[in-house]
């Protein structure tokens, strides 16, 4: 009976450590093994190194004493070298500062695609294959928007990357990135895609492409790989509070770079899409006012003068709903489907005004800088209305003050406990709209004010610092 119980608990045993094993096994053909993909493509990641002849004041102040530190101290070659003494210490001196990034051979004959940031400035870039030769590079063009730069050496039969397309990434699809992290050559990092479209702080024109990809200083301008081998982003950026990685790394989607690279290799520069709107992402609240079930598009807050939105029809308080077939979850999406269009081609709109869907045709312009603008004056008159505000028309005087040349609407001059402080109105706003009624006089802003629906929301056009948005406002219910 013992024998028996005994071989009981070993086979129990043993059927627990054969799935323990299966269960590793599975686990382990899960993962994705990169090892072919290094060996096919890492001769076509280059090392990028850069030399910028730099001039530096001398000595930073002249009567400065150094002081008497222990030898082999730090410090000593830090006040040498800022106040040392001897002949010559005041004139300016002269350096060659040196940075390091990465970059990819798009083409058997030499052409190298890289981050605007890693050559900009430089004096001379070296490009260090694998093989370790060693050439250096002309500068093709560069686009400082987008981030990206074209190279060329003097060289043929080299190995390429093999290009690849963003449309069919997923988030958390494995990707590699090769490059060369602080001067590491063609090291070899792999994450997941953590998200697709990011739009980070003033850069309107990249949809950035969100990893967790271990990304270092002299990553910059490497290819990220997806399992196929294809090139799918450019390493560009990362966010840290340490100046290393963190476990977020963006990249430029590879449709983007290589459009621009094509102008750049046939012009020397990059045109982008202009629309000529000023946009506000959709919030709840807005999305309520407007009849909408939930908040998506891009709602129009200006539309400039003379642009192609103005000839197209286009008007404050649109929803911009679909670009082109494309729907857009947030506004950020507009800037960067109309930034990538073609000068002059005409671009499809639907578009939500008052309630109903519309589809508009827009010619799409080319993104320039000039917005001037034009006004009429207005005699100053005050109310204050229901909403715990008091405004004013906009005068000659306070125009002036402001800076409101070509602003229609009526002046915040004060706000009181209520409906509008609630709302985030703010003294000195200029109140443009209210519920998609344009007001430019205090009589005008006191008909729509009295209009307002009791503990309705509405939607309200303000103009602040340079800058036009709506705000949701909570109507008072009594």
């Not at 070296?126 to 074209?150: C, N, P, Y």
């Not at 969100?210 to 090139?231: H, M, R, Y």
């Not at 989607?253 to 621009?260: C, D, G, H, R, S």
């Not at 679909?322 to 709109?349: C, F, W």
Request: aromatic share 6%; charged share 25%; proline share 5%.
């Amino acid at each position: 009976m013992k024998a028996l119980l005994l071989n009981n608990r070993l086979t129990s045993l043993s059927l627990i450590v054969l799935l323990w094993l299966t269960a590793a096994a599975v686990q382990a053909q899960s993962l994705p093994d990169f090892t072919n993909l290094v060996e096919t493509y890492s001769p076509s990641v280059v090392n990028i190194s850069t030399k910028q002849h730099k001039t530096v004041p001398g000595r930073l102040n002249r009567d400065f004493q150094i002081p008497d530190l222990p030898e082999g101290s730090p410090l000593n070659e830090f006040f040498r070298h800022f106040f040392g003494e001897g002949q010559g210490q005041d004139e300016p001196r002269e350096y060659d500062a040196r940075s390091l990034g990465s970059g990819f051979i798009i083409s058997d004959d030499g052409y190298i695609m890289t981050n605007f940031h890693v050559v900009n400035g430089a004096d001379e870039i070296l490009v260090r294959l694998s093989d370790r030769r060693e050439f250096i590079a002309k500068v093709i063009g560069m686009d400082k928007t987008s981030d990206i730069a074209l190279l060329k050496i003097d060289a043929t039969e080299l190995p390429k990357v093999k290009i690849g397309t963003t449309y069919n990434l997923k988030v958390g699809e494995w990707v590699l990135a090769i490059g060369s992290p602080f001067g590491f050559d063609h090291s070899v990092t792999a994450g997941i895609v953590s998200a697709k479209g990011r739009s980070l702080p003033n850069e309107n024109y990249v949809p950035f492409i969100q990893t967790d990809v271990a990304i270092n200083p002299g990553n910059s301008g490497g290819p990220l790989f997806n399992l196929e081998g294809e090139v799918v982003g450019i390493n560009s950026q990362i966010y840290s509070r340490t100046g290393g990685f963190m476990g977020l790394s963006f990249a430029i989607p590879i449709e983007l770079a290589m459009n621009v690279v094509d102008q750049l290799r046939t012009s020397g520069e990059v045109k982008r899409g202009w629309l000529g709107v000023m946009i506000q992402d959709v919030t709840r609240e807005l999305a309520k006012s407007f009849g909408m079930q939930y908040p998506y598009g891009a709602l129009i807050a200006k539309v400039v003068p003379g642009s192609p939105s103005e000839k197209a029809g286009l008007e404050v308080g649109d929803v911009i709903l679909k670009y082109n077939g494309t729907k857009l979850e947030s506004s950020s999406m507009l800037q960067h489907l109309v930034g990538a269009s073609r000068i002059d081609k005409p671009a499809e709109l639907e578009i939500l005004r008052n309630g109903e869907r519309k589809t508009v045709k827009v010619n799409i312009g080319e993104l320039k800088n000039d917005m001037a603008q034009g006004g009429m004056e207005e005699p100053a008159q005050e109310s204050l209305s229901r909403l715990g505000m008091s405004v004013v028309e906009l005068d000659k005087e306070i125009r002036s003050l402001y800076k409101l040349d070509g602003i229609k609407g009526v002046f915040v001059q004060s706000v009181n406990n209520g409906a509008a402080k609630n709302a985030g109105i703010e003294p000195g706003d200029v109140i443009q709209m209210i519920n998609r009624v344009r007001v430019s006089t205090v009589k005008e802003f006191d008909e729509a004010v009295k209009d307002l629906p009791k503990g309705s929301t509405v939607a309200v056009l303000i103009h602040r610092r340079n800058g036009a948005r709506f705000i949701p406002l909570q109507v008072p219910k009594e």
